[in-house]
Nanobody
Framework: QVQLVESGGGLVQAGGSLRLSCAAS????????MGWFRQAPGKEREFVVA????????HYTNSVKGRFTISRDNAKNTVYLQMNSLKPEDTAVYYC????????????????WGQGIQVTVSS
């Protein structure tokens, strides 16, 4: 069983940076691919980025390519999302999620979810 807790969100000006962390409990973190999703007010939850078990495969949604970077430290049971050049349209609640699949982009393929953390980018 894996439980996920996000941290690092907050308020930042456009062009700024934030780093989100997702700490996982349990001994099997390295056997899960991890993903980040976000949900803006009035919108559906959308895929942002995913990373495979060993970190050798990543997949980004087009709108964050070149600005966001996902990484993981299996020794610390943590996945990170470095967000640079933030835009107001990045404002959302960000969720980390875990899946037993090697990597996944559909929310329905993820079995475990964090509680979410707010990221607000002011213009």
């Amino acid at each position: 069983q894996v439980q996920l807790v996000e941290s690092g969100g907050g308020l930042v000006q456009a062009g700024g940076s934030l780093r989100l962390s997702c700490a996982a409990s349990g001994r099997t973190f390295s056997s899960y691919a991890m993903g980040w999703f976000r949900q803006a007010p009035g919108k559906e939850r959308e895929f942002v980025v995913a990373i495979s078990w060993t970190g050798d495969i990543t997949h980004y949604t087009n709108s964050v390519k070149g600005r966001f970077t996902i990484s993981r430290d299996n020794a610390k049971n943590t996945v990170y999302l470095q967000m640079n050049s933030l835009k107001p349209e990045d404002t959302a609640v960000y969720y980390c999620a875990a899946t037993k699949k090697r990597i996944a982009i559909a929310a329905g393929e993820y079995e475990k979810w964090g509680q979410g953390i707010q990221v607000t980018v002011s213009s």
